[in-house]
């Protein structure tokens, strides 16, 4: 388990959808969320940008007071009969990412309380698009894909599934990049003059990129997508 204080990091955050962002209205009761493609930060109701964006100053996460990031291991008993030990063997990583931050707007009210804990995804006739399919891009500036919220009931093996969240050191030059992170968790710290800090919590268990945090090739790499290899 690593933590870090806010003054020693930065904290950004996309969907892991191309051309797709998380849109909703705040403030309305009920399910307001939605995947709108091409949209900009300058746009009313935009919650969480397009992966595409990268680290940016439109994908900051402002506020953060704490940062905690725990690597791990899923592992998995197995018995052998007539064998005195068992076998335990890994499974898959699992990493878990708890930010807590001031309190100063709704967003992960309206992402954990609605449907927006997994993410966006494409479809087109109704089939999820890979991002790996010629034309993906171009897609979006037609009608070709429709954008849709990961409702949690759809299947989770597509490599647009969740969000995808940057920490950037910034006494170093490295950029862990934490890829298709659900939220599982969200608390807010009240008291008797109101509420102060939220704290979120996600998961992944897709291995994360440390990448630098200057250059070409490291903006190239955390705006790039994850391969289904990776899933």
Known sequence: MVYFLGKDVTVHWTTEASGLSLSGAIGVSGDSLSAVKGADSDDT?????ERDD????STLLSDV???DFAPGAMNEDISYMGKNTNLSAQIKHEFSLSITKKKNDTVWDQIYNQRGRDGVYATSGGSIVDESVPGYIDGFAGTGYTGNVHDGLTTS??????YRLYLTIKEG???FVIRNCCMTGHTVTLNADGT???TAEFYSYVDP???ASGGAY???????GTTMADI
Do not use: C, K, M, Y
């Open 173 to 175: 030059d490295e950029v």
């Open 45 to 49: 109701g935009i919650l969480v940008l």
């Open 157 to 162: 093996r597509i490599n647009t599934f969740g």
């Open 196 to 198: 102060q800090e939220e």
């Open 218 to 224: 490291g903006a190239q790499t955390v705006t790039s």
């Open 209 to 211: 990129l440390i990448v």
């Open 65 to 67: 007071t704490g940062v």
């Open 54 to 57: 990268g680290i940016h100053s």
